[in-house]
């Protein structure tokens, strides 16, 4: 069974920095695209960022510059370095990724079970 499990959210004041985790784990054959999805209050889902596993990286226009976006492929783990932290980052942040496990032949999309950023002075 495949689980993503997320680490590093809470609370910040603006201007802030904190750095996401989110490791994989299970019955694994491989990892294709990882990326951080946010929802805040009332809104829907949206992704913030994305890398391939070719290293190829997408943002969100309202994060560029001040989000940074990393794998490391042997321990299954995405990275997300956030910056420059705004109250409106502030939402839950959840981690996604294409993994084919090793009973299967086609990826499937997993998700993790969501961590808090909450950025407030």
């Known amino acids: 069974q495949v689980q993503l499990v997320e680490s590093g959210g809470g609370l910040v004041q603006p201007g802030g920095s904190l750095r996401l985790s989110c490791a994989a784990s299970?019955?694994?054959?491989?990892?294709?695209?990882m990326g951080w999805y946010r929802q805040a209050p009332g809104k829907q889902r949206e992704l913030v960022a994305a890398?391939?596993?070719?290293?190829?990286?997408t943002y969100a226009d309202a994060v560029k510059g001040r989000f940074t976006i990393s794998r490391d492929d042997a321990k299954r783990t995405v990275f997300l370095q956030m910056n420059s932290l705004k109250p409106e980052d502030t939402a839950a942040y959840y981690c996604?990724?294409?993994?084919?496990?090793?009973?299967?032949?086609?990826?499937?999309?997993?998700w993790g079970q969501g961590t808090q950023v909450t950025v407030s002075s």
């Open positions: 299970g019955s694994i054959g491989s990892v294709n695209t």
């Open positions: 996604n990724a294409e993994i084919r496990p090793l009973s299967a032949f086609r990826t499937a999309s997993y």
């Open positions: 890398v391939t596993n070719l290293g190829r990286t």
